[in-house]
């Protein structure tokens, strides 16, 4: 097979967009990379060196300050548990309700979707859904966390979309040989939609684990705080000279104010950053695929 020779144009359009998607990723890494460097760092290093990658006196004592009680593994495994199982809630709702809307035989379909294109839009408001939740008893839950957010109308739109573009024929084979509807939804649906459900397990997970707000409305018992709002606090609590320092050792120096908050966000940002690889390789396909079709 003869070898295949680019002009010198297209070479030039290969070089030039080499390095602009190098520039564009080492500036997306750098301040996380800051961030690692600068919680690890003293307070003399953070007042004279405005950009840093490597610290010149390598220091712990952030992260001492951060984990000086229980309290942050325990509201790491309240983060993890409001985020598996949200996700899971969500992921059930979405599809058992965009399956049967991808069914264009099904009767008030149109309906049905006006009505969630119109939830985009509109929204009860913050006071409504606080008295909402505080009659239904959720407050002080953790089901005021997971169940108001159940479904996402734009996600299940695309989910739809999705379902909509299965071939049919494998639907009409599957019902021939006798499969039921929530058959054909497990044996055959659900295993041709891991890209999408990757995607959208990817969207939830990351959304359950970075709210906060909804902690701070429905939740006052501060054993139940997620990961989030507990780090809030320490910001908080550094900031004002205070904290949990009586548990430590004596000679133990309180942090700078700056290397509490990189740490803090070390501490929130690597556990949900570790799902990405498991889920890298549908992301980009389930991204795309089911938002062409309406």
Known sequence: MAKQYKSAS????????????????????????????????SDVELTKRAVFLIPETFTTAAYKFIFSTDTIMRSIWVSVYITV?????????????????????????????NLIIFSMLFSGGLIPT?????????????????????????????????????????????RIDGCTELGLLWKIVLPLSKPVLATFTLFYAVGHWNNFFSALLYINDPTKWPLQVMLRQIVLLSQSAAGDLNS???????????????????????????????????????????????
């Open 10 to 41: 297209g070479v030039a359009f290969d070089i030039g967009n080499y390095i602009f998607l190098a520039a564009f990723g080492i500036a997306a890494v750098l301040p996380f990379l800051y961030v690692i460097a600068g919680s690890f760092a």
């Open 85 to 113: 199982v949200g996700t899971v809630i969500n992921l059930f709702f979405t599809v058992t309700m965009a399956y049967p809307l991808a069914r264009r035989t099904l009767m008030g379909r149109n309906t049905v979707l």
């Open 130 to 174: 606080y008295l909402v939740i505080r009659e239904l008893h959720m407050l002080d839950t953790f089901w005021s966390l997971m169940v108001p957010g159940a479904i996402s109308a734009f996600n299940l739109i695309i989910v739809k979309n999705f379902f909509q573009e299965l071939p049919p024929e494998l639907e009409e084979a599957a």
């Open 248 to 294: 430590m050792d004596p000679n133990f120096v309180k942090p700078p104010d700056q290397s509490i908050k990189m740490a803090v966000i070390v501490v929130g940002t690597i556990p949900i950053l570790l799902v990405y690889p498991f889920l890298q390789k549908h992301f980009a396909k389930g991204l795309l695929i089911g938002s062409v079709k309406g």
